[in-house]
């Protein structure tokens, strides 16, 4: 168990330092900004969205190590994937992050994302970790949004 706490806390580090799909995406059709004010993390999401799939996405911000890494490893999670299992993934890693360990979703869904398994308990952590998906969440809704209107 803590060779896999090690484990998990390089992969924090390492995409902190080197944060995937860091920067802006210029053809992306749906957005969200997220702010968490009690560790200061704001970050912008950027989807491009084709065919009901999440075609590509990026980000863009400044925060703490746990929502940079969180961002990044959403990122890199959720490109190609459907907004179904999107939303899946998102209940999954939501579970992951506020549950008990009982109920903990599948590591084999979640990946690289069960790094985050233990910011459950650390509950100002948990907003740092959810909040890129809560960002994409909102960017997700503005589609249905404009969806609506337009038909
Ligand atoms: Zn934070």
Same mark, same amino acid.
């Given at each position: 168990m803590s060779d896999l706490r090690e484990l998990y806390q390089e992969i924090i580090l390492d995409h902190n330092r080197r944060p995937r799909n860091? /920067?802006?995406l210029g053809d992306a059709n749906h957005q969200?900004? /997220?702010?968490?004010?009690l560790c200061g993390d704001r970050i912008v999401v950027q989807v491009r969205i084709a065919d009901g799939r999440i075609e590509d996405v990026k980000f863009t911000g400044a925060g703490c190590a746990i929502s940079k890494a969180s961002a990044s #490893?959403?990122?890199d999670a959720i490109k190609g994937k459907t907004i179904d299992e999107v939303h899946q993934l998102f209940g999954d890693f939501h579970r992951m992050v506020t549950s008990e360990l009982d109920t903990m979703p599948p590591v084999d869904r #979640? @990946? @690289? #994302?069960?790094a985050f398994s233990g910011v459950r308990e650390f509950p100002t952590r948990v907003k740092c970790a959810s909040l890129a998906w809560h960002t994409l969440e909102a960017a997700l809704q503005e589609d249905h949004r404009l969806v609506t209107t337009e038909a």
């Open positions: 860091f /920067g802006e969200a900004v /997220g702010h968490n004010p #490893l959403m990122t #979640l @990946k @690289k #994302l069960a």
